[in-house]
Structures are given as C-alpha cells and as structure tokens.
C-alpha cells in the first residue's frame, strides 16, 4: 500500500518531536502520584444533589474548610440533574472508590435508600445533608435546616406586605424532596391559620427555571388577583421572578424565595422578589464533616441536627445579611 | 456496469463487497466495528485499571457498573433493530416511563406484595410497552410518517399521558418481592438478578438477529426497503413487529426500573433515549441501516460507563464523560461513512487503509 504523503509527514514530525521530548525530559523522575492525603487525614467524598446549584456549591466550600482544619480531604461530585436515576450510578462509583466517610443529598426519599444503605453496609460512614431518605436509620446524622420553620417564616412575610389578605401560590419542586416538601408544609400550615388568605396549592417546577416561569405566567392567566407566590429553591425562585416580570405583576405580587443564590439577591435589588429565606448551607456542611469524623473517631454523635436561616429583604441585603448570600465559587 | 453507477447505488454495493470476500474468519473478526470498539473499551479499562487499581479494578465495582448498565442493554437491543432497519426510536425513555405508572397503579390497585401482583405488574408492563410500538410501527409503515417524528410525537404523549395518570406525583409502592429480587438481589450471591435479566435478553437477541429470518429480513428492510419489498418481504408487517419489539423492551426496561429505584422516576430518563442511540451507534450500527450487531451494542453501552465510573473514582470532574463520549460518537459515525464511501467506489473497507493510503486518481 502506498501510504498518503500527508500521512508520512505528519508521522515523521510525530515521531521526531517524540525523540526530542524524551531526550530532553530525560531525567525527570516522575515523583509520586500526589493527592497528598496527609497518612492520617480521613477521605471524605460529597455528593450533592445537583451540579452547578449555589446552595450545595455553598456546602462544598463549607466541608471543604471545615475537612482542610480536620486535616482530611474531600471530593464533591454532583448529578447534572436533581435525579435518583442519574444519583444512583454516581454514589455507587463513589462507594467502589472506597472514601472514609460519605456526605450526601439524596435526591429522592425512597430510591436512593438502598443505595445508600449499602454504602453503609460496606462500613462507610454515611451523613445525610440537607435532604434525608424515608428509613435513615442507616445514617450517622442527618443535618438539614428547619425547612418547615422556614416556609412558615415566608408565609409571614407575604403576611406582612400584605395584610388584607388574598390568593397565595406555591412553586415547589418535585413531590418525594424531603426538604421542599416540609417547606410547602410549612408554608401551607401557617395559611391554613388564617382565614384572610386562600391557598391555591403546590405547582411542581421540576428544578427548572423556565417551567417555573410557565407555571407562575399561566397561574396569573387564571387568577389575577394573587397577591403572594412562595418559592421553595432557588431555581424555583429564579423561574417564579422571570414569570411575575413577564406578566408584568412585580408591584402586586409578593414573592418571597428560599435560597439566596446570585441570581436571586440580584433579582431582590430589582424588587422583583421581595424576600429571601437564605439557608446556612455552609454551616450544614461544616456541622456534616464534624459529625462525619466524630463517627470515624468513635466519639459520640449527633443523630439530627438543625440549622437556622435569615430572612434576607432589600434592607438589610447588603448589611446584616450579607454573608447569608450563597456563593458560586468557594474563597 | 461502469464506476460512475457503481458509486451511485449506496449502501447495497455493501452486499457486493461481502461476496467478494476471501479472507480469513480472524482477519474479519478484526476488521469488524464492534470488535474494534471492544479494543477500545479494553484500552479504557486498562487505563483507569492501572491509575486506580485497587478502587476501580475490583470485581464489587465492575458488579456495580453492570448492574447499573442492565436496563440500557435491554433498551439498546430493541434500538439496534430499529437502527438497522434504518429508523429510529426517540420514545423508548417515555414508554419505560409510562409502563413503569401503568404497572405500578395496577399492582398498588391490586395490593398484594406477593409474586402474584407482581408477576400481573410485570405482564401489564410488557404489554402496554408493545402497543406503544405497534402504535409507533402502525403510522410509520402504513401512513409512512418518519419514524424520527412518530417517535418524537410518541415521546411526548407517553411522557404526557403517564403524568397526567400520576397527577406528576411519582409512586412510591412498589411490591417488596420485585425490589428484593430483581431490583438488588444476586444469584450465587454476586451476579445481579437485574444483569442476568438483560443477558438474556441480549443472548436472545443476538440470535434472532443474526440466526433467524427475522433478523435476516431486518437487515434487508434496512439495507434497501424498496428491494426488500419487491423480492417479497412483507415489509410493513415487519417495521411494526420491530417497532413493536422496541417497545415491549422498554416496557420490560420500566419494570426493571421500578424494582431497581422503587418509585416510577417520571421526571428521570429524559436523556436515555439520546443515550441508548449513541450507544447503538458507537457499537457500529449504522444509522443509514443494513449493518450491525448486539454485541457492538453492548460494548458501545460499556463505553460511557465504565468512563463515568472511572472519572468518579479518580476524581476527575464526570462532565468530561460526556465530552468523550460525544466525541468518540462522532468518530464512529465517521468512520462508519469513510468505509460506505470507500466501499462504494468498490476498493476495501477498511477505515486504515482509506485514511492513510494514496487514493488513485
């Protein structure tokens, strides 16, 4: 076979740059492979709930600071969807990769418990952050924030921007998400007690912005006259903001969010929301690593743990409350 | 017949390079796609064996990603065949979907937790699976719409339907005997039940594909539709039996589906459909039709799996998997169209030669 003489240059030069390189790096030893995991340091691995959501990149600077005092090191790796079906193959990856201790967000009450409770079996310490499974007795802790308090502390800023009361809506995520699900709880509880208001139910976003946005526009189509919208994430709350704007209702609807991503502290200067519910995610994952570690060490342990949130307005946004926003890269 | 009609006549001068073949069975076997896929697997698998060996070269982790890939070998088998025949299948994720609802309103309506519920889950499964594709098959060979756009149509009523059966609100009851058994139990205490299902699923397959008339006649509808249909081949008949086989597949894949996560996942398998295709084709299918295996299927699932479980393991960012896979995709679409071209001009076909060798003028 005649070769193509395109083919025998781009070979020739190949093969000669190759003979150059070797001969230069000649005697640089390739030194250990690092990862340079101190000989005690435990490995803790983080998986969130979805990739790229401030709240759990939030977290992971939590455990990553809390983890480098504790001298251990961390690996975070994330689903590009909030879905058990694309969670499950990644914790048991991570399961085969042997880490000390597991620090998860399950993605759904039921389908990521076996998973997780053979994680558990293998001897590896889980803690659940933020969202937790239907049986955790498997779990060395469980560490979310008190998501019922929180919805019930949004209904009562609707409450205070609108005291003659009137339609209220909440955009939630998925049915089955612990966190959210408490959330709507909450929030649905309070307006229960108070009969100057009418719950006009939970509409699902599927944690995207655009059905949010979908949802929130044709709500308005229907009912005109609401005059508060409780969203329970934070793509939730970016996709409720985008809809009100679009329907042009920013001066008589209410929204108030949970989460207090850039997107949304931006969209709470504009006015468009009118009030953050910011979680501490950086402290759930400070309090997971403790408790990670204090089940390596043998010491004793927290079995539930719950953190607060601040309510973050247009006034104290860029006082108080300021470090109470979510950061999208850690330091 | 002069060069110039030879260069026009496409994928049939395929069946006349196949006759012209003298060489040995090991020189085809290497010459193969899927079997050059496999080389490529093995490389891949040795990579990360040797950056990781103690993680990622253990018999628990190569378990795990099995059973983890057993539902999209039985969706990539189904996918094969309509591959071949030169159509495609872009509900296959939706049906699972909405078999998976079907299935467990029925048993949670029925109640029990034993095998009986569950084998009459099972049953009601695979059935409403079937009709989809018979619906698919139906309108792509008699009222002869593209299949890309039947199925794409498909996908959202199926998707549609099962949301508004469930009120979008997933199931959660799902017998314990299907979880127990097929969703995590092993036989001699190692194999996954899960993976065991799809090996036979595949084994049977394969030889239908590549043994019997059906898949004999599968390959001639894909190849050419008009000459398979004047040498006698019913080929309606035999698209809605494919389009049909696609869809019992992905009603068996929704109960695999429901036993391995326990709840109906409505708003999961948005992208296996994308997946399982990309899988079929990196196996060397072609999507032109006439040509390809369940084996190169197989391989071409393992690909992106073993690469994403190999980049968790070594703590690579998993979004890489995707870059590489989208990559490798292209390349095997590519070289599936240099062997057509060179092919069709009558020289060999093999990828090697028409990349390197001087072309005669």
Redesign the interface.
Known sequence: MKWKKSVLGVLALGASAGLMLTGCSGGASSGGSSAGAGSDGYKIAFIQGVAGDEFYISMQCGIESAAKDAGATVTTQGPEKFDPTLQKPLVDSVVASKPDAILVAPTDVKAMEAPLKAAADAGIKVVLVDTTVDDPSFAVSQISSDNKGGGAAAFDAIKEAHPEGGKVLVVSVDPGISTTDARAEGFQEAVKGDDKFTDLGVQYSHNEPSTAAEIVTAALQKDPDIVGIFAANLFAAEGSATGVKQAGKEDSVTIVGFDAGPAQVKQLKEGTVQALVAQEPATIGKDGVAQAIAALNGDKVEAKIETGFTIITKDNVDGDAKDAVYQSKCG | MSAVKQAEMGPETTAIETAKDRETPIRKLFKAQAFQIFIVLLVVIAIFSAI?P???A?L??LR??V??ASILAVLGVGMTYVIITSGIDLSIGSVLVFSGVVSATTMRAMGGDDWGTAIVGIIVSIGVGILWGTFNGILISKAKVPPLIVTLGSLGMALGLAQILTG???I?EVPSVL?DSI??GNIFGAVPIISVIALVVVIIGALVLHKTKFGLYTYAVGSSEEAARRVGVKVDRHLIRIYAISGGLAGLAGIL?LS????T?I????QTNLNVIAAVVIGGTSLFGGYGTIFGTVVGLFIP?VL??GF??T?VQ??WQQVAVGAVLILAVYVDQVRRSSAARGGSTSFW?A?????KK
């Open positions: 990781a103690d993680t990622f253990q628990s982790n795990l990603v059973q983890n979008g609100v997933d959660r979880t969703g995590y589906s391995q996560f326990g709840t996942a708003a999961g398998q948005s799996a994403q479980n968790v393991i703590g998993p979004f030669r990349l390197v060798s001087r072309k």
